[in-house]
Nanobody, 124 residues
C-alpha cells in the first residue's frame, strides 16, 4: 500500500558528505513517522534517524551532530544529510514509514513499510 524508493547513495572519502532521499508513493496519507535505518555487513540493522509529523527528530548517538533528517511532506520525500562520514558509516541505508505511531522513534518494530535500500560506502 505504501512504496518507498531511496536514492543518493554512493562512494565517498572519509570526511565527505552525501544526501539521501526517499520518495514515498501509494497510500501515504496514513504515514505518521518516517525514518532511516542501516545495515552493515556482519551487523544487524540499526535505526539512524527518525522524524514525525511535528518535525521532532531522533538520532542514533553515533550520528548526532553529523546527520540531519528532514522531510517535505508536500513532495512525500524524506531526506538524510550525512556529513563527516567515516568508514563505520558504510552500510545499506533504508528508509521506512510507520502508520502505527505519531511519536518519533527509531525502533524498527514500529515501521511497517520499507524501501529497497541504497548503498553508502566510505573509504579512502
Amino acid at each position: 500500500r505504501v512504496q518507498l524508493a531511496e536514492s543518493g547513495g554512493g562512494s565517498v572519502q572519509p570526511g565527505g558528505s552525501l544526501r539521501l532521499a526517499c520518495k514515498l508513493s501509494g497510500d501515504t496519507y496514513n504515514v505518521d513517522c518516517m525514518g532511516w535505518f542501516r545495515r552493515a555487513p556482519g551487523k544487524e540493522r540499526e535505526g539512524v534517524a527518525a522524524i514525525d509529523s511535528t518535525d521532532s527528530r531522533e538520532y542514533l548517538d553515533s550520528v548526532k551532530g553529523r546527520f540531519t533528517i528532514s522531510q517535505d511532506r508536500a513532495k512525500n520525500t524524506l531526506y538524510l544529510e550525512m556529513n563527516s562520514l567515516t568508514p563505520e558509516d558504510t552500510a545499506m541505508y533504508y528508509c521506512a514509514a510507520s502508520t502505527r505511531i505519531a511519536v518519533v522513534s527509531t525502533d524498527e518494530r514500529w515501521y511497517d513499510h520499507w524501501g529497497q535500500g541504497t548503498q553508502v560506502t566510505v573509504s579512502s
